[in-house]
């Protein structure tokens, strides 16, 4: 199993571009999350799924939307990029909700 | 809002140490969790605990519980260089729907 997989691994964008941050995952998973990550400041959580159709926002979640289509796929859409949305975003998909698996992150800078 | 709050900020020991990390948190919860993040990479999951346990093992790690305090520790023993990371708690206040609030991180080093 590849398990979480996200892409791209860096990405560049100017202030006010959209752009799709890609998760998958190859475990039957139905939870999956967003979450990023800003020095001194933790994971927050940005938007979560328990299942294909569901979503639900978490703790930051303005300037970012998500779908959730099928079980595998959870992607995040930037709408209109900020250099606040400048982080590392960590993707993560749970069987029961409680442990999470987490991919390798993405790192964004907005210019 | 951070949930949970690490204590200390940073840590550095010789191998061979035992390493003690903490997490206090504010509301009730369901479960706590302990991830390890190594430098540029993602989180791994390291042990949970539920609310109705006090503690638990795993490996050289015991981890445990104290919900009349809203506090956790999380103790690494025979420390390695490879445990050098950055420790995270985690709370499941909600019970359901994978929504985790983690803390701020432990940045543990450890000498060889």
């Known amino acids: 199993n590849a398990g979480v997989t996200q892409t791209p691994k860096f990405q560049v964008l100017k202030t006010g571009q959209s752009m799709t941050l890609q998760c998958a995952q190859d475990m039957n998973h139905e939870y999956m999350s967003w979450y990023r990550q800003d020095p001194g400041m933790g994971l927050r959580l940005i938007h979560y799924?328990?299942?294909?159709?569901?979503?639900d926002q978490g703790e930051v979640p303005n300037g970012y939307n998500v779908s959730r289509s099928t079980t595998e796929d959870f992607p995040l859409r930037l709408l209109s990029a900020a250099p606040s949305q400048t982080s590392v975003y960590f993707c993560?998909?749970?069987?029961?909700?409680?442990?999470?698996?987490f991919g390798p992150g993405t790192r964004l800078t907005v210019t | 809002s951070q949930q949970g709050e690490e204590d200390p900020q940073a840590l550095s020991i010789q191998e061979g140490e035992n390493a003690t990390m903490n997490c206090s948190y504010k509301?009730?919860?369901?479960?706590l969790q302990w991830y390890r993040q190594n430098s540029g990479r993602g989180l791994v999951h390291l042990i949970l605990?539920?609310?109705?346990?006090r503690e638990k093992h795993s490996g050289r790690l015991r981890v445990t519980l104290d919900t009349s305090k809203k506090s956790s520790s999380l103790l690494i023993t025979a420390s390695r260089a490879a445990d050098t990371a950055s420790y995270f708690c985690?709370?499941?206040?909600?019970?359901?729907?994978?929504?985790?609030?983690f803390g701020k991180g432990i940045t543990l080093s450890v000498r060889p």
């Open positions: 605990i539920r609310s109705n346990e």
């Open positions: 985690a709370t499941d206040a909600s019970g359901a729907n994978s929504k985790l609030t």
């Open positions: 993560a998909s749970s069987y029961s909700g409680a442990e999470q698996y």
């Open positions: 509301t009730s919860i369901n479960n």
């Open positions: 799924s328990v299942g294909a159709g569901i979503t």
